[in-house]
């Protein structure tokens, strides 16, 4: 088929389409979409739905034979793999049924796959190239960055009054912002990986966690900051969460834990640093053993503020309400000095009444 750089570019975006379905339900993986545009001009569409599962190519080409597919050009959102992991290599089937080009998106940045998938199919006699395409790099930044650092990328939300509170006096919880940007905050959640929490919010607010969208509920892994097991067994996440894991300190009451257990939920002992739990160490464990690459943190201001302080965070949301809470209401923040510093981009959005600051910062 002699097709032209626009087509490409065309179906990868359909393809991203497909891969931004399941972002946010596929970790450790990456989320990816596919496409095969057949010489008859019909289009098999696939993706890859959740760890464990086929990739998107493989849920592609099982819809057909080889005969069937002889001659069609695959469109992917991720370079395929050329490796046994879980699966097969994805290279081995695209070889099997003939195709005569695969176009795709990423350069995977797993050195296990980089280049490789390309260069084996290129030995078979395929065509195999990528397409640049700024959307999809932009898909894929949290895996590029847990490829790399084995830590997950962090955005870490705050929803302020006009007087900089966070909560009501005593920490009451307070509505801050208004509906449209509790709809970003349920699209945030479901797109993220896992939510992370601390026992005071659970304590204070008893959230929910979930993404509750439209007449869908979708549950996502949730972990939560409590030194010394505080939060009530009879929490709503332990009913909400897709899994709960619980970050402790080592000395807290192995009765409490082992109540915890019992539930199902999962209890982490995390070392000390300044008599606190390490936020370091926590961030590891995400990015490391549980193969978190894009984490939600909603929480109150001292873990906003100790992430900040420490460095972890990639991405701050403020959202700020043209309200004030009073003198006797919760302040965010103990100390301001250093905490928005080296900040690199800054975007200013309206939602409603509220506004939505956006900061990110570069590498
Ligand atoms: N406006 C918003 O966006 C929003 C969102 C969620 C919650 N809230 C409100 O926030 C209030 C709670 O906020 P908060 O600031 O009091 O607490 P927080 O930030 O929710 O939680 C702090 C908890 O994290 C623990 N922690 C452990 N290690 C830490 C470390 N290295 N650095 C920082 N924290 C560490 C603290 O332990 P220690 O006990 O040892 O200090 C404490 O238990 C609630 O009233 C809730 O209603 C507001």
Redesign the pocket.
């Known amino acids: 088929m002699n097709l032209s750089h626009q087509t490409h570019e065309y179906f990868l975006k359909e393809a991203l389409v497909l891969a931004e379905e399941r972002k946010g339900f596929c970790s450790p993986n990456p989320s990816v979409g596919a496409i095969l545009l057949r010489e008859d001009g019909s289009t098999i569409k696939g993706m890859h739905w959740q760890a464990g599962d086929p990739h998107a190519e493989v849920m592609v080409l099982s819809q057909l034979s080889p005969e069937e597919t002889a001659g069609a050009v695959l469109y992917v959102t991720l370079e395929p793999c050329a490796h046994t992991g879980k699966t097969p290599p994805c290279t081995d089937l695209l070889i099997k049924h003939k195709l005569s080009a695969v176009y795709y998106g990423l350069k995977d940045p797993n050195p296990l796959v980089c280049g490789k998938g390309q260069a084996k199919l290129r030995e078979a006699g395929m065509i195999c190239e990528h397409i640049p395409c700024a959307q999809i790099d932009a898909f894929y930044q949290s895996y590029i960055w847990w490829t790399k650092h084995r830590r997950p990328w962090i955005t870490a939300?705050?929803?302020?009054s006009l007087d900089g509170k966070?909560?009501g006096a005593n920490?009451v919880?307070q509505q801050?912002t208004g509906e449209a940007l509790n709809i970003y905050t349920h699209q945030a959640r479901m797109k993220s990986d896992a939510i992370l929490t601390?026992?005071?919010?659970i304590i204070?607010?008893d959230p929910q966690l979930n993404a509750r969208l439209g007449n869908q509920i979708y549950a996502k892994p949730l972990y939560v900051?409590d030194?010394r097991l505080d939060i009530q067994i009879s929490a709503k996440i332990f009913k909400t969460g897709a899994q709960c894991c619980i970050f402790h300190l080592k000395s807290a009451s192995s009765d409490k834990k082992d109540a915890f257990i019992a539930q199902g939920v999962h209890c982490v002992a995390v070392p000390e640093?300044d008599d606190?739990?390490?936020?370091q160490y926590i961030v590891d464990y995400l990015g490391k053993e549980a193969g978190v690459h894009e984490l939600w943190v909603?929480?109150?201001?001292?873990?906003?503020?100790?992430l900040l302080l420490e460095q972890l965070v990639q991405r701050i949301l403020i959202?700020i309400a043209p309200k004030t809470l009073g003198f006797q209401a919760?302040s965010a923040f103990s100390v301001t000095d250093n905490l928005f510093k080296n900040i690199s981009i800054i975007t200013w959005q309206q939602f409603g009444q509220d506004v939505l600051c956006e900061m990110l910062y570069q590498e």
Do not use: M, N, V, W
């Not at 939300?157 to 302020?160: D, G, Q, R, T, V």
């Not at 601390?198 to 919010?201: E, I, L, M, P, V």
């Not at 606190?276 to 936020?279: A, E, K, P």
């Not at 909603?298 to 100790?306: D, I, N, P, R, T």
């Open positions: 939300k705050l929803a302020l966070i909560a920490g919880p801050i601390t026992a005071k919010t204070r607010d900051i030194p640093k606190r739990l390490s936020l909603e929480a109150g201001g001292a873990c906003f503020q100790g959202y919760l």
